[in-house]
């Protein structure tokens, strides 16, 4: 009998650690939790859905958190006028270089300060851009067609262009996207794209693209090589600690940051809204916790390191990591957003908190998520901010 009930202590015994042991790895598996630490305003988060525009929807946005915190009105921005003039006028330049240009719904945070520069800019209400039987962007045939269109017109049968290509071009954008507004009403007032533009006190000049590559001298200017850069335009090129300082000042005094980022890296995850890179080596563990790290295969570690269940250790990204990823392409010009603030994890890690344009629905952050210092130093390929917001230091060597 008292056998038995050895026994019957030591199940229960048992019962009670394993208990335990799947409490504990059910909390360590609770994943990332974020306190905000620096929120700054923003307007509103969209919806680009099925087309490859977020360069447009992360400069609006950008746009209309600068008009929100020069005078406090929150407005809605037209993306799709932006993109109607971008595509009209890459044609143009794609078809007098005989085709050799990137050519696709993919642009820079550059072409929407050149819209609103050369073109204005206007409300969404007053352009959408849905004009062919969807709720939201779908630009696949879109794309398609207006590609096929400019590769017809350098193919050019005539050996000589028409007068007339370039208006068809455009028939094909209004048909899609709609007719271009000459004027519209708001609030009762009647506006063009310019006089619209000027009302918000939006000047174009009042802004700085930024980036950070040791191919070129630092606090001069030079065309990024990056396929969707097809204006060739100049970023000005600073050393990475000025680049992070930048986007800290810019958010600790209430702006906004564009973001150029890849966030093809698999320390991205959209689902649990956090992106990291992770340090796979760990090369600073000691005792119990390095043999237990080190007794795990490659593979072990890998899905260990990107399991996205807690904070883990993260790469020094150096500036030399950054050139090697650039030039290597493991890190290339995928996707625009907007920095919008800072928070910790429940470690003390800093983040940084990212506005997308993939809607809200069923997301964890209702449409935002965090990046890790370490994966905005890597995976980073520029940013933009008003110049005000740039630091005095770092702009005197600029200048």
Known sequence: MKSRITSLLIAMAMVFNMSIFAQEEKKEEKGYVFTDVISVPNTQVCNQYRSGTCWSFSGISFIEAEILRKTGKAYDLSEMFCVNHTYSDKATKYVRLAGHLNFGSGAEFTDVLNVIEKYGM???????????????????????????????????????????????????????????????????????????????????????????YDHHPFYKPFVLAIPDNWLWAENMNIPLDDMMETIDYALENGYTVAWGADVSDKGFSWKKGVAIIPDVDKTDLEGTEKEKWEALTSKEKRKAAYSFNGPVKEKEVTQEMRQQAYDNYSVTDDHGMLIVGTATDQAGNKFYKIKNSWGTEGHIYDGYFYASVAYVRLQTIGIAVNKEAVPKKIMKKIK
């Open 122 to 212: 206007v409300p969404d209400a007053a352009y959408t851009g849905l004009e062919y039987g969807t709720k939201l962007h779908t630009h696949g045939e879109l794309d398609e067609v207006l590609k096929a269109y400019v590769d017809a017109i350098i193919k050019n049968k005539n050996r000589k262009l028409t007068t007339v290509w370039h208006d068809g071009f455009d028939k094909i954008l209004s048909t899609y996207l709609g007719d271009l507004p000459e004027t519209f009403s708001y609030e009762g007032v009647e506006y063009t794209p310019i006089s619209f533009r000027d009302m918000t006190g939006i000047n174009t000049d009042d802004y700085i693209e930024i980036t950070s």
